[in-house]
């Protein structure tokens, strides 16, 4: 996978900074990164939303006509608005025009436009939100799923998590026999509500799951697990607690460093240092998170995502493009269905 460049579809029109911060990030990801860029939204604004004009020549814009705000329910405003910037950049991979959507607008609106456009691969009953927190083992992430996708959940929706998570974390991550587990109030078997136990039993007799039993809260950021499977209503919760643990590690650090002459000092000594913390500790260096279910990749973002964020989400849709994780995670659910058939 990756000998041809990936067509990016980005959202231009998405999100509480939109265009000049999207159009940034998809300016820098054009320059760094081996990806095509669609811009899609309203020309005028885009061009406005930048100080050199020239730094749009190497990037497509698709006009589009308005957006869907974020008062508005999904699925009426994607139908009263078909020309909307989300529905156009979907429609872009659909027709095979691009390989990826990244939109930092309504989530709701960006979930709805997959299921319409892009349909669900076979084999899946509810796609899942995948992000990717950071862990105490440099350069080892875990991918908690489903963040915000689907509140409520059967069993059988987190044992198809389990899966999708297993297949990606192996082909973006290189993780090797992937280690899954099951977000609970405790480690044994018994621990958590009737979903719980039912999906850990399902998990254990699993021949194509690595699972190795519940995570507890604490074990989230252990470097214990490659992948943790959730509902959306709890995994959106931990998801957004993490950022804010982050945002407050951070902001404690710039607070208390500099205090001193020599806290001065150690902060020009330490800046490399300090830097990496951020990149580890930032969400803004993962981007945004994979919608996996659907036939296509698409990465939903933060509504306040900035230009560094934009760019790592151009970054992680094309990681998905290029390891070819759509098609691995159809093929897998192709040898289910076999098995299932044959009755092994």
Do not use: W
């Not at 990164?33 to 749009?56: C, H, K, N, W």
């Not at 990149?279 to 994979?290: P, S, Y």
């Amino acid at each position: 996978m990756g000998l041809t460049q990936a067509r990016i579809a980005v959202d231009a029109m998405g999100g509480d900074y939109a265009p000049a911060e999207i159009v940034a990030g998809a300016i820098r990801a054009r320059e760094e990164l081996d990806v095509e860029i669609l811009l899609v939204g309203d020309p005028e604004q885009i061009r406005a939303s930048v100080a050199d004009p020239d730094s749009l020549s190497r990037l497509e814009i698709v006009p589009s006509e308005g957006t869907i705000e974020m008062h508005e329910e999904p699925l009426s405003a994607l139908r009263k608005k078909r020309r909307a910037s989300i529905n156009v950049a979907m429609d872009m991979v659909k027709k095979g025009r691009a390989d990826a959507v990244v939109s930092a607008g309504h989530s709701g609106a960006a979930m709805a436009a997959a299921l319409l456009r892009l349909g669900r691969i076979k084999g899946i009953d509810r796609p899942a939100i995948g992000a990717v927190f950071p862990t105490v083992v440099a350069g080892k992430p875990v991918l908690i799923l489903d963040v915000g996708a689907n509140v409520d959940c059967r069993p059988k929706f987190l044992e198809q998590f389990a899966l999708m998570g297993s297949v990606y974390s192996e082909y973006a991550f290189g993780a090797h026999n992937p280690r899954v587990g099951l977000l609970n109030i405790g480690e044994e078997p018994s621990k958590g509500n009737d979903v719980a136990v039912q999906v850990y039993q399902a998990l254990s007799e699993s021949p194509t799951i690595n699972f190795v039993g519940n995570a507890e809260g604490r074990d989230v950021l252990s470097g214990n697990f490659d992948v943790i499977v959730c509902d959306g209503f709890v995994g959106n919760v931990l998801l957004k607690f993490a950022e804010a643990v982050g945002e407050a590690a951070m902001n404690i650090l710039r607070e208390e460093l500099p205090r001193g002459i020599l806290g001065k000092l150690g902060v020009l000594i330490l800046k490399g240092n300090l830097k990496r913390i951020k990149q580890r500790l930032d969400h803004a260096e993962h981007g945004g998170a994979l919608l996996l279910g659907v036939n296509g990749v698409a990465v939903i973002s933060h509504g306040s995502s900035n230009a560094p964020s934009i760019f790592n989400a151009i970054r992680l849709s094309k990681e998905a493009v290029d390891n070819g994780v759509i098609g691995h995670i159809q093929g897998q659910y192709q040898k289910v269905a076999a098995s299932v058939t044959n009755g092994d």
